[in-house]
């Protein structure tokens, strides 16, 4: 099989790389078309055919003896059509793609960056903080908590300062203002126990205070 | 410069891809590449083997990914070639030459790929070290084991 071995470009386009041409010419395809009415010959550049063919006789007499006919097949005129082919892809490729204006393009691209995850988990953050602090601050408002009050009845108020006289703040009752200390004692105790808690509260202060009230 | 080259890259690509339309899709997008990047072709080696080059790596690429994709086993990929080609209408080659392609499949990548290239199509050293980027020393004793693996696996056949 002869190889095609045709003289490259640089010859034609590059009179500087004629020094490549060094090597042994081996025979020419006549029946090979020519390029700018110039006989193409084959140069082999320090390895001829002979040699190649050599060393495989050398290295593997079977193979050298190989028909090297490959069995492999073409469909009809594929290489005329192939050129074709492939310039039409090469231009589809190379075409300008259909032109959308620049503020749909640039509307787009907001989108889009919208949507990359990075942006998605902050936004989705942000809107979980607003609609948290919402809750927060509609639970913690002093309006609502003091429209809950008026839902509370008076037994479940007396139950609960019983319960808790100890730690309520007493200068609360005192700012109370028109309030006045009977109203603020519920009247379910019995005046004999309130005596009593009187005389021990009276036990238990210091001179110091016991002066301060007199 | 196509209509030049295109048949001979076209059969050094096949032989790598084995089915025609494998070749085909290699050896157009290689075209196109040649055609992108013509102009940075600065002309330090041949063009003919600036050409090979560019279509050598499109064919490894599209060998690559169909690797991946694929997940049939090296046993499975080795005995399906010869039922491939049997069954390629694209090919009407011999026994001989089914068990040469047989063989060849056994080789790795780069070293068919030097077989190919010094067996078939006869090209010097000095021009396949160009294509696949290899000394010539490399290249000499990779071809010269692929010829005895494949001689090996010929004769294990037992047609000779």
């Known amino acids: 099989m002869y190889i095609k071995r045709e003289v490259n470009g640089q010859l034609s386009t590059t009179n500087s790389q004629q ?5 042994q010419r081996s025979t020419v395809n006549s029946q090979q078309p020519t390029t700018n009415g110039f006989l193409k010959k084959y140069f082999i550049p320090m390895e001829s055919q002979k040699d190649i063919r050599d060393e495989l006789n050398e290295l593997s007499p079977l193979l050298s003896k190989l028909d090297k006919r490959e069995g492999f097949q073409v469909p009809p005129s594929y290489f005329k059509k192939l050129t074709h082919e492939v310039l039409q892809k090469a231009k589809t490729e190379s075409a300008p793609a259909h032109s959308v204006p620049q503020w749909q393009q640039s509307l787009g691209n907001i989108w889009a960056s919208i949507w990359q995850p990075k942006m998605a988990m902050g936004l989705a953050t942000i809107a979980l903080l607003v609609v948290a602090s919402t809750f927060f601050f509609n639970n913690g408002s002093e309006t609502d908590s003091f429209a809950d009050l008026s839902s509370i009845s008076d037994a479940e108020l007396d139950f609960y300062i019983q319960e808790n006289f100890d730690e309520l703040d007493m200068e609360l009752f005192a ?17 004999e126990v309130l005596n009593e808690f009187y005389e021990q509260s009276i036990d238990d202060m210091e001179i110091s205070d016991l002066e301060e009230l007199l | ?22 070749a085909n899709d290699v050896i157009q997008n290689a075209f196109i590449k040649v055609f992108r990047s013509i102009q940075k072709f600065e002309g330090k080696s041949k063009l003919y083997t600036w050409l090979y080059r560019i279509a050598t790596n499109e064919a490894i690429t599209f ?16 005995a399906g070639i010869n039922t491939q080609l049997a069954a390629d209408p694209y ?35 000095k021009d396949i070290a160009e294509v696949l980027d290899t000394s010539v020393g490399a290249l000499k004793a990779s071809y010269h084991h692929a010829v005895k693996k494949v001689e090996a696996s010929l004769r294990a056949a037992d047609n000779y």
Do not use: C
Not at chain 1, 19 to 23: E, F, I, K, P
Not at chain 2, 93 to 119: I, S
């Open chain 2, 1 to 22: 410069m196509m209509q030049k080259y295109q048949e001979r890259l076209y059969w050094h690509v096949r032989r790598m891809v084995y089915e025609h339309d494998d």
């Open chain 2, 63 to 78: 060998i690559n990914k169909k690797k991946r994709k694929s997940t049939a086993s090296l046993d499975d990929e080795e």
């Open chain 1, 175 to 191: 700012d109370a203002g028109d309030a006045s200390v009977e109203g603020l004692i519920p009247s379910s105790i019995d005046d």
């Open chain 1, 19 to 23: 020094s490549t041409v060094n090597g």
């Open chain 2, 91 to 125: 090919f009407d080659g011999d026994q001989v030459q089914l068990l040469l392609q047989k063989a060849l499949e056994t080789l790795p990548e780069k070293q068919r790929l030097v077989f190919n290239m010094r067996y078939y199509e006869e090209m010097p050293y």
